[in-house]
């Protein structure tokens, strides 16, 4: 194969892989809210007579383009609403009033039922509120209800809710014993679903369609600086470990099509990687100069079509099917590469060859000093000619199918012919 043919099927792999783009997402850092555009134009969300002060978790309504955030220094409310779907003013509801020491640390809604779901680290709890109406506004001492009130030492943390299999899975930073868990959204059939070499699952996303929990586990080791980034299936099953970092701690992660993103508190950045653990390192797509970004989600423009999601074969079929697309193009690259490489080889070592030919002068002497010389005799003379006389003292050197004849009295040293039967 030619090299322009390698050059070619080269250039579809790399369109493949570049067309696997980066989702839309909305960004919490500081005081500001912002969209972030295929991971790299981003833009601030302006909020109409509003005073935000440390915003963190997120959670977004594809069905009304409603964001639910919370605002952890505000003096009276802590859980806000502004409809992304209002370009003019996009005024701030305040959903749920603080009463004391409560707190939001991860945010999920149900679109179905229009609920607002959080974890609330201080009092060890996790809490829902109905918001179907308009202008709701509730009191944290009123209205609340409890979905779980965990153990003593329970600190929960991550939280997402499945749409799709309503169901709520968590995860719980023990002292003692992390666990990632689940339940029914009324808070039955309370399930462990990971324990083991657990430390701080800080984190916590779900794939809806793909039916995959993705987790940050920051370790303790070296003061928080060590993290991984893992993932199984909603039942526990298939855990693996997709990146293990440094230098980092996790506040927020959200899954998108083809990418996990996260956000860095020590070095206020936003990472992307892909999630089905192809990509050796991660990609930074935003540094924040003031204030770490303490919340990430996926801006989707339409709701989940949670037909695909309840296909079984869908569940066990796509995630592998993924992976073995992105397989079959990293190996189409790789033999893309190795087959320029031989190619270019083999032109080298051919061009190196035609280098290497001696001159066709080189050791013979020029037909005109043969013909100038004086015992010029023909062709068939030098054919027939068994013995020259000796003034001339010719040499006959026969071998093959040729025979040379040189002349030792030429002034040129010589004059060579090679007759070729």
């Known amino acids: 194969m030619q090299l322009k043919h390698y050059v070619k099927i080269l250039a579809i792999a790399i369109a493949v892989v570049r067309s696997l783009k980066y989702d839309d997402l909305i960004v919490a850092a500081g005081d500001q809210l912002e969209f972030l555009t295929d991971g790299s134009a981003y833009r601030s ?32 409310g802590h859980i806000f609403s502004v409809s992304l779907g209002d370009e003019s003013g996009r005024p701030v509801e305040d959903i749920v009033e603080k009463s004391n020491n409560e707190t939001v640390e991860s945010l999920a809604y149900d679109s179905v039922n229009k609920m607002l779901l959080w974890t609330d680290w201080f009092n060890r709890s996790i809490r829902r509120v109905k918001v179907a109406q308009e202008h709701i506004h509730i009191e944290e001492k009123d209205g609340i209800e409890i979905v779980h009130f965990l153990e003593t030492d329970a600190k929960p943390r991550g939280l997402v809710f499945d749409p799709c299999m309503r169901m709520l899975y968590w995860t719980n930073i023990y002292k003692s014993r992390p666990t990632i868990e689940r339940s029914f959204l009324n808070g039955s059939h309370r399930e462990i679903l990971i324990q083991n070499d657990l430390f701080v699952p800080n984190a916590l996303d779900l794939d809806v369609l793909e039916q995959r929990l993705y987790w940050a586990d920051n370790l303790r080791e070296d003061d ?25 701690f996790i506040v ?80 189409v690259m790789g033999l893309v590469v190795m087959g320029i ?23 013979t002497f020029a037909f005109r000093s043969f013909q100038n ?30 025979i040379l004849l040189m002349n030792d009295n030429d002034n040129d040293g010589g004059a060579l012919l090679k007759y070729e039967f």
């Open 45 to 76: 969300l302006t909020l109409s007579s509003y005073n935000a002060t440390k915003l963190s978790a997120l959670a977004y309504d594809a069905t009304t383009q409603k964001l639910y955030f919370s605002d952890r220094h505000h003096h009276y």
């Open 224 to 248: 928080y600086h060590n993290f991984h980034i893992e993932r199984s299936f909603v039942n526990g099953s298939g855990r693996e470990k997709i990146y293990r970092g440094i230098g980092q």
């Open 252 to 331: 927020s992660l959200t899954v998108g099509e083809d990418y996990i993103y996260w956000t860095d508190y020590h070095h206020k950045n936003l990472w992307a990687l892909r999630k089905d653990g192809s990509s050796k390192s991660p990609m930074i797509l935003r540094t924040y100069s003031r204030n770490p970004a303490m919340g990430v989600v996926i801006f989707r423009r339409q709701p989940l079509d949670c037909s695909a999601c309840l296909s079984p074969e869908f569940h066990h079929g796509s995630s592998e099917s993924k992976e073995e697309i992105t397989a079959v193009i990293l190996s």
């Open 341 to 363: 490489t031989i190619t270019v080889i083999v032109w080298w070592a051919s061009l190196k060859r035609l280098l290497a030919l001696p001159n066709k002068n080189e050791g």
């Open 373 to 402: 010389c004086n015992s010029a005799v023909t062709m068939s003379e030098m054919i027939t000619t068994q013995k020259l006389t000796t003034s001339e003292s010719t040499k006959e050197i026969s071998g093959g199918n040729a």
